[in-house]
C-alpha cells in the first residue's frame, strides 16, 4: 500500500512526467489514497523550474528512473541531468536498466557530474581571493554512493563488463492491471 511507502515526514511531491496518459494512469493510482504529501505535476523539467521559486528548487530527493535511455542523444541526455542536479539539495538517482546500454549512460552521468562538480570547486577556489562567497550555501561536490561506493573510474569499464544487478518487485493488482 502506498501508505506504507511514504514517510510522514514527506510534505510534497513534484513529478515530471511529459505523457499526459501516464499522468492519468498515476493519477489512477494513488486515488482514493489517504495520507499522501502534496502531489504537483509538470509536463517538463523547464515548466517545473518556471512554477516554482528559486527558493523551492532545491530538493531534498531526486529520482529519474527509466529517463535518459529515452533520450537519443549525449548532449540532450546531459543536459537533463545537468537540469536534475541543479534541483536537488542532496541526493539524486538515476535508475536505468541492467543492460550494456543502461550501464553505459549511468556511467557517462557519472563521470559528467564528478568532472562538472570538480570544475566548479577550482573554479570557487580560484575567485575565492578577494570577493568572500558564502560557500556554505553552495553544493560541496558530488559523492558517489551506488552502484559504485567511490567517486574513481568504473572497474568493470576496461573489463568490458557492464554494471547490473537483478531485484524482483512485487507488483499490487493494480500495477499489473496498468501494466
Known sequence: ?????????????????????????????????????????????????????????????????????????????ITVVRQLWDLTRDVLVLIEPGTPQGSNIISQMRSHILWMEKRKCRKSKDGADETTKDLVTQKSGAFIVAPCSHDGQCPLEKAGKYCHFVQRLERTSIQRIFK
Request: aromatic share 4%.
Open 1 to 77: 500500500a502506498l501508505r506504507e511507502v511514504w514517510p510522514h515526514s514527506l510534505e510534497k511531491v513534484n513529478l515530471v512526467e511529459p505523457s499526459q496518459s501516464m499522468q492519468r494512469a498515476g493519477q489512477k493510482l494513488i486515488q482514493g489514497q489517504k495520507d499522501l504529501p502534496l502531489i504537483h505535476s509538470y509536463d517538463s523539467i523547464q515548466s517545473l523550474t518556471k512554477s516554482i521559486k528559486k527558493s523551492d528548487r532545491e530538493h531534498d530527493l531526486v529520482i529519474a528512473s527509466y529517463v535518459l535511455g529515452e533520450i537519443p542523444s549525449l548532449k540532450d541526455r
